[in-house]
């Protein structure tokens, strides 16, 4: 069979191919000097998409690349695959594209792409992109003064409906379809920066600035390593009084516990997002210098069946391991005049928290509060351990938490090579839970309190470092019969203030 065509997929807010940088070329040049991966040199395609019209959404740009890429195939003739490198938000078009034209339709053993390598991808989303569209157009290092689309802003923001419906089928449906095996396999491979280009960081947004990713995507957000948890009231048996009802619905119950197939996530020490300098695509030159970019994706395109691909994945997860070991944590910054400043790149967890009830409704009028210790105490969480939290625009009810994986679950003190400590150590405070508590209380249709209770003490056991959780709070939607009443009265009576009564 031939060898597979190379494809480039840029990211969001672009208007020239000039964003793949020499990237494409080094690849090439990569190929000739040593026998190379098996692509075919002579087909580099470079992918041109419009995201910056507020019309265009991923859908719509995911139809269109079936198209383009139908066309380049059959321009090259056979029956020929292609591998694709993708940047930033190239990652989930692409994945759109396989599962609504490949996935979807039972048609995975037909698909031609063969290697999917995302760089940075924006997998869950961007805490960037809740800024909105013209706050991002300013910050120029990043976006390059382009307003992006809002259509595909929409998608990347933090817990939109779109990028759960995506990663939701990603984990409960591809596992069962073995991409990895058969006559047309097809390998998956994150790589994503967690350093920060402090050239070009924004003082207005701290975002660009935030440890735990690429001062645009977090590593828990690019990782396709996630899981979904659904944890749920217990129903309320019809003709239970008001206090049993309220003490049995107090408890969220683990009802499923759903991982992702495993997939090959590597960290690249020492890249960013974007920039000359640092990038993780921008920052590579086509002159024969070793690059933790195109290293790793030379080892991700030499990988052909799935013995392959599960000792890359291995390898792939010594490395990081090693990298995020305590000691190697530390940024040291050299400040003109200030004294020199240390960032501790600590590996860090993403949750995304969807309220919903047992009727499918959203629950927006709730607070969400994570707890600490045995007496599931809000203050006994440990200090640093919550980085951002976010709420979605578009879907009340769904939040996302940033947390500190490493103050969670606790890190030994760090020294410098003197044994000066540089940070004592992190003492942890588990079992770590949560508590649902809603704002207005004696409505004729509500939801009650509820906190974490069978099957999960401790939150943490759900939350790996650099990956994301999705947890769905299913409460019980609970009806007063007062809602509906019938009386034998004749005479005409106001019932505006009649009691609520009890639960249905």
């Not at 470079?46 to 910056?52: E, T």
């Not at 305590?326 to 940024?331: I, M, S, T, Y």
């Given at each position: 069979m031939a060898k597979p065509l190379l494809v480039f997929v840029h990211g969001w807010s672009v208007t020239s191919t000039a964003t793949y940088g020499e990237l494409p070329a080094r690849?090439?040049?990569e190929s000739a000097r040593r026998g190379g991966p098996g692509f075919d040199v002579a087909h580099v395609h470079?992918?041109?998409?419009?995201?910056?019209r507020d019309e265009v959404r991923i859908e719509d740009i995911a139809r269109a690349f079936e198209h383009a890429a139908r066309r380049v195939l059959a321009e090259a003739g056979g029956r020929r695959r292609f591998?694709?490198?993708?940047?930033s938000t190239g990652g989930p078009v692409v994945r759109e594209w396989l599962d609504r034209h490949y996935v979807a339709t039972g048609r995975l053993a037909e698909c031609p792409l063969s290697h999917l390598v995302m760089l940075a991808p924006a997998n869950f989303g961007s805490a960037l992109a809740q800024l909105g569209k013209s706050r991002l157009a300013g910050i120029k290092a990043w976006f390059n003064g382009v307003e992006p689309g809002q259509g595909v802003l929409d998608w990347l923001e933090l817990g939109s409906p779109e990028s759960l419906a995506l990663n939701l089928r990603w984990i409960h449906d591809y596992p069962g379809l073995h991409p990895t095996r058969g006559a047309n396999p097809l390998f998956p491979f994150v790589l994503c920066g967690d350093a920060i280009d402090r050239k070009l960081y924004d003082h207005v947004n701290a975002y660009t600035g935030e440890t735990g990713g690429d001062g645009v995507v977090r590593l828990a957000s690019?990782?396709?390593?996630?899981?979904?948890v659904v944890l749920e009231q217990a129903p309320v048996p019809a003709g239970e009084s008001l206090a049993a009802a309220r003490r049995?619905?107090?408890?969220?119950?683990?009802?499923?516990?759903?991982?992702?197939?495993?997939?090959?996530?590597?960290i690249l020490p020492g890249l960013s997002h974007s920039g000359d300098t640092m990038g993780v695509m921008a920052s590579v030159r086509d002159d024969g210098r070793p690059h933790p970019t195109v290293d790793a994706v030379l080892r991700c395109l030499d990988v052909a069946d799935e013995a392959g691909y599960l000792a890359l994945r291995r390898a792939f997860e010594a490395e990081n391991?090693?990298?995020?070991?305590?000691?190697?944590?530390?940024?040291l910054e050299r400040v003109p005049v200030l004294p020199d400043r240390r960032y501790f790149h600590d590996p860090h967890a993403m949750v995304l928290f969807r309220l919903l009830d047992n009727h499918g409704?959203?629950?927006p009028d709730m607070d969400l509060l994570l707890t600490g210790g045995p007496a599931g105490d809000p203050n006994q969480l440990p200090a640093g351990f919550l980085t951002d939290r976010q709420g979605n625009r578009r879907a009340p009810g769904h939040l996302a938490f940033f947390l500190n994986h490493a103050a969670l679950a606790g890190c030994e003190a760090i020294t410098d090579d003197d044994d000066r400590v540089l940070r004592p150590a992190l003492v942890p405070r588990p079992p770590y839970g949560l508590r649902l508590q809603p704002r207005e209380t004696g409505r004729w249709v509500e939801h009650w309190p509820a906190e974490l209770g069978e099957g999960l003490d401790d939150l943490l056991a759900v939350l790996e470092p650099n990956q994301t959780t999705v947890v769905d709070l299913v409460l019980t939607r609970v009806v007063r019969e007062g809602v509906f009443r019938f009386t034998r009265s004749l005479s005409p009576r106001r019932f505006r203030d009649d009691p609520p009564g009890g639960p249905l």
């Open positions: 690849l090439k040049s470079l992918g041109q998409y419009v995201s910056f591998a694709c490198i993708t940047h690019a990782n396709l390593n996630c899981r979904h049995r619905l107090r408890a969220l119950r683990l009802r499923s516990d759903t991982r992702a197939a495993p997939s090959a996530f590597k391991a090693v990298h995020q070991q305590p000691a190697r944590r530390v940024e409704a959203r629950v």
